[in-house]
């Protein structure tokens, strides 16, 4: 019998896209932080030093979201197709987002101060 064939999906795949976008939610919630915290530390003016690391981690921030954001859209589509486990690849890609934004909000923090 395949895993597929077991499965009753009821409203589990609507239940994991509305997580997906509720981790894309909070990430772009930080990335607005983290540029709030790059832009105020530019108007106190600016770097001091040759790189601007609060700029390094609004840029990895922005990067990050628009990778889960890919995650998410193509998670989606695999939803409302199917109601199969998604591809690891899919899973690392979106893990290494999160990794990523989180390291850039705890540095921006950091910096911050």
Do not use: F, K, N
């Not at 009753?8 to 930080?30: C, F, N």
């Not at 628009?66 to 998604?86: I, N």
Request: with cysteine; net charge positive; hydrophobic share 55%.
């Amino acid at each position: 019998m395949s895993p597929d064939a077991v499965r009753d999906p009821g409203l589990q795949p609507e239940r994991t896209s509305l997580a997906w976008r509720r981790t894309l939610l909070t990430l772009i919630v930080a990335d607005l932080l983290i540029w709030r915290s790059w832009a105020l530390a530019a108007s106190r003016g600016g770097a001091p030093g040759p790189v601007d690391y609060l700029g390094v981690c609004a840029l990895v921030s922005v990067a990050a979201t628009v990778v889960l954001g890919l995650c998410v859209l193509v998670r989606g589509r695999e939803l409302r197709r199917s109601s199969a486990a998604p591809p690891a690849t899919l899973l690392r890609w979106a893990a290494a987002a999160v990794v990523a934004l989180a390291s850039s909000a705890v540095a921006a923090v950091a910096l911050g101060h």
